[in-house]
């Protein structure tokens, strides 16, 4: 199975208004349509998806370090809205205007960000981290999601702190553990899972810190008026993923003004990439 993990085309940065920089890598051609990839956690810019599609699609994919992730500078204290702001600075730059926007796993939130601000042209969330803090959850969550969710909500410094010990064999090890066989079958695929280490690697180049804000910020309220949402939106989620959302989704999708729910028969949270064509596919369609 292709599953488009290639190396980036090119990679760069931006410098963005208050003198950060802001890290990208890029696949397919320059004039291709852009599709804005925001990963999951704690995983760098340069583990792409469906990279083996983009010519027959006349696209190209954009992927971002989020503040303190791989080769982006840190940004203490930053919210979800502040990274559509990011990518609102990133988009002159790189001749992207309004980009198609996917959000997977722990990238769902700062996807959804870009919707709601207006930095999107469509959505397509896959796998995606669920807003765990609503209290239509509070007793469906396994306890070590429950337990983290309580941390962020009493101390969420506590909590950020605590995250900061996080690295990239332990967020492999974590994957692993909360993963059914068909997405170990993917993710110990040799090529595949030298791709994700490396990427995990850069996400924990600057210490754990950018994975431990990430991660307070998906796992608190979102703060998120979903509802401005206008643009076209699909969810997407395997049948037998247990670990990103309790309901696969159901309650995310009903929050957001006409977005469509897909789930995914036999497959899990490996989704994205073992179903790349169906995701970049109904995505370009908006266009």
Known sequence: MELGTAPPDRT???????????????????????????PGAATGRSLGFGVHLLAELGARLVSVDRPG??????????TLADFAEDVQALAGPLRMGRPAVVGNSQG????????????????????????????E????????????ADLVAADPGAAERHLRGFGPEAMWDLVSASSPEPDLAVYRTPGFEAAYRRALAEGFAQSGAGYARDTVLATARWNLDLERIRVPVDVWYGELDTFHSPDRGA?????????????????????????AGDVLRALLAHR
Do not use: K, Q, Y
């Open 251 to 275: 309650l995310l999708t009903s929050r957001v003004p006409g977005a469509r729910r897909h789930v995914v028969p036999g497959a899990g949270g490996s989704l994205l990439w073992t179903h």
């Open 12 to 38: 760069g940065h931006v410098t963005l208004p208050d003198g950060r920089a802001l890290a990208w890598s890029e696949w397919g051609a320059p004039g291709g349509a852009p599709v804005l990839f925001c």
């Open 69 to 78: 992730l791989g080769a982006s500078d840190p940004a203490p204290g930053r």
């Open 137 to 148: 959850f509070a007793g469906a969550l396994p306890t070590g999601t429950r337990a983290l």
């Open 108 to 135: 769902a939130p700062f996807a959804l960000a870009c919707a709601v601000a207006g930095a999107a042209r469509s959505l397509a969330l896959v796998s995606a981290a669920d807003e765990v803090a609503r209290p």
